[in-house]
C-alpha cells in the first residue's frame, strides 16, 4: 500500500534551518511529483512546492523561494524540504503528498505531518 | 493570484444532506478536488476532477461544478463526516500553482 512517512517533530530558533524528509513506499518513487503543504496552527492549508523525483526538477511558490529547497534521493525513496531562515510564522504542520506526474492536478495520498515550532 | 472562498462553517443534521460550496472566477473552467482533514489528521482526497471519487470514498459523496461555483454534496450524513473540508485547483497563472480554498467546517448535530 501507498505510504508516505515523514520525519519526527522539530524545534528550531528563529534564523535556524529545518530538513523533513519523506519516505515513500507501495509505489514508482520516480512516477510522482512529491509535494510539500503546511498548515498553520488553526488556518488552511499552504502549497509550498513539488519536487519531479524522476528530473529533480522542482517548482516553488514565490513566497518560498529562496527559503526553501527540495531534494530527492531515489536510491532510498526519499524526498526532502528544507526551509532556512525560520520565523516564529513558519510554525506549522508541514505535510509531503504525491500527485501523478501525468495527471499532476491533485494530491492523492498524504504523510502524517512533521510539526515544526520556531521559538526562541 | 487565484482566489476559492468557501462558507466558514456548515452545520446538518445526522441522515440529511450536507452542500459545501466553493466559489472562483470561472471555475467551472477548471478542475477542483476536494479533502478532507479530520483533528490531527493529514487531509484526504475524497473527490478529483470536480466528481470522481477514489476508491474506498463511500459514494455518498458527489461533486459538481459549474460557472463560478463547485460544490462537494455529502448525502445521509453520519457523525464520521464531522470534519474541515478544503476544495483545490490547479492554475498555472497563479504564484502558488496548486490553490486550496479556505475551508469549511462541517459539524454535525
Known amino acids: 500500500q501507498v505510504q508516505l512517512v515523514q520525519s519526527g517533530a522539530e524545534v528550531k530558533k528563529p534564523g535556524a534551518s529545518v530538513k523533513v524528509s519523506c519516505k515513500a513506499s507501495?509505489?514508482?518513487?520516480?512516477?510522482?511529483?512529491v509535494h510539500w503543504v503546511r498548515q498553520a496552527p488553526g488556518q488552511g492549508l499552504e502549497w509550498m512546492g513539488r519536487?519531479?523525483?524522476?528530473?529533480?526538477?522542482?517548482n516553488y511558490a514565490q513566497k518560498f523561494q529562496g527559503r526553501v529547497t527540495m531534494t530527492r534521493d531515489t536510491s532510498i525513496t526519499t524526498a526532502y524540504m528544507e526551509l532556512s531562515s525560520l520565523r516564529s510564522d513558519d510554525t506549522a504542520v508541514y505535510y509531503c503528498?504525491?500527485?501523478?506526474?501525468?495527471?499532476?492536478?491533485?494530491?492523492?495520498?498524504w504523510g502524517q505531518g512533521t510539526l515544526v515550532t520556531v521559538s526562541s | 493570484s487565484y482566489v476559492l472562498t468557501q462558507p466558514p462553517s456548515v452545520s446538518v443534521a445526522p441522515g440529511k444532506t450536507a452542500r459545501i460550496t466553493c466559489g472562483g472566477n470561472?471555475?467551472?473552467?477548471?478542475?477542483v478536488h476536494w479533502y478532507q482533514q479530520k483533528p490531527g489528521q493529514a487531509p484526504v482526497l475524497v473527490i478529483y476532477?470536480?466528481?470522481d471519487r477514489p476508491s474506498g470514498i463511500p459514494e455518498r459523496f458527489s461533486g459538481s461544478n459549474s460557472g463560478n461555483t463547485a460544490t462537494l454534496t455529502i448525502s445521509r450524513v453520519e457523525a464520521g463526516d464531522e470534519a474541515d473540508y478544503y476544495c483545490?485547483?490547479?492554475?498555472?497563472?497563479?504564484?502558488?500553482?496548486?490553490?486550496f480554498g479556505t475551508g469549511t467546517k462541517v459539524t454535525v448535530l
Open positions: 503528498a504525491r500527485s501523478p506526474i501525468a495527471a499532476a492536478e491533485h494530491l492523492d495520498y
Open positions: 507501495g509505489y514508482t518513487f520516480t512516477g510522482y511529483y
Open positions: 519536487i519531479n523525483p524522476n528530473s529533480g526538477g522542482t
Open positions: 470561472k471555475i467551472g473552467s477548471k478542475s
Open positions: 476532477y470536480d466528481s
Open positions: 483545490q485547483v490547479w492554475d498555472s497563472s497563479s504564484d502558488h500553482l496548486y490553490v
